[in-house]
């Protein structure tokens, strides 16, 4: 009886510990370019949206910034803010490789997820220059809980 007790009385003193762990994760983040009147689309169709950013990326002269959109989720951490952050590689047209950090704090998604926007605009976006490369990670103080990067990170 002891045998088969003790197997099962592990198994529920692991679950238990697992479930009060925190943990999250970056689900998918989207990068868009804005237009000079701040907008990444024009109709809120993927297509038109697929379709107007690369009008944008043929047309740089009309673009005023990059929007990251991240999608990321959380499991065990209610009661704290949680950190957001970007770091984004650029090119300028003239210079060395830059490195900008975009931060944001934000509360607890749960299970569901969130979206969360974090836009480059401006001086900011004129100085880092094309954007190459892209890492978005989620803290949980001093603990990555997830990270999401682009190819070339």
Same mark, same amino acid.
């Given at each position: 009886?002891?045998?088969? /007790?003790? $197997?099962?009385?592990?198994?529920?003193? !692991?679950?238990?510990?697992? !479930?009060?762990?925190?943990?999250? #994760? /970056? =689900?998918? /983040?989207? $990068?868009?370019?804005?237009?000079?009147?701040? #907008?990444?689309? =024009?109709? $809120?169709?993927?297509?038109?949206?697929?379709?107007?950013? !690369?009008? @944008?990326?043929? *047309?740089? *002269?009309?673009?005023?910034? %990059?929007?990251? *959109?991240?999608?990321?989720?959380?499991?065990? /951490?209610?009661?704290?803010?949680?950190?957001? #952050?970007? &770091?984004?590689?650029?090119?300028?047209?003239? +210079?060395?490789?830059?490195?900008?950090?975009?931060?944001? &704090? %934000?509360?607890?998604?749960?299970?569901?997820?969130?979206?969360?926007? @974090? $836009?480059?605009?401006?001086?900011?976006?004129? *100085?880092?220059? &094309? %954007?190459?490369?892209?890492?978005?990670?989620?803290?949980?103080?001093?603990?990555?809980? +997830?990270?999401?990067?682009?190819?070339?990170?």
């Amino acid at each position: 009886m002891l045998r088969r /007790v003790c $197997p099962f009385l592990i198994l529920l003193f !692991a679950t238990a510990l697992s !479930a009060c762990a925190a943990s999250g #994760r /970056v =689900v998918k /983040v989207l $990068p868009h370019l804005l237009d000079l009147r701040g #907008r990444h689309t =024009v109709f $809120p169709s993927l297509y038109d949206r697929d379709a107007y950013q !690369a009008y @944008l990326r043929q *047309n740089t *002269n009309k673009i005023s910034g %990059v929007r990251f *959109n991240v999608e990321w989720k959380t499991r065990g /951490v209610e009661d704290r803010m949680l950190k957001l #952050r970007i &770091e984004v590689r650029g090119m300028p047209a003239f +210079g060395k490789p830059t490195l900008t950090v975009l931060e944001k &704090e %934000v509360a607890p998604a749960g299970r569901l997820g969130r979206w969360t926007s @974090l $836009p480059l605009t401006g001086d900011d976006y004129r *100085n880092i220059g &094309e %954007v190459t490369a892209w890492r978005a990670t989620l803290w949980d103080g001093d603990k990555l809980l +997830g990270e999401q990067k682009s190819f070339l990170w």
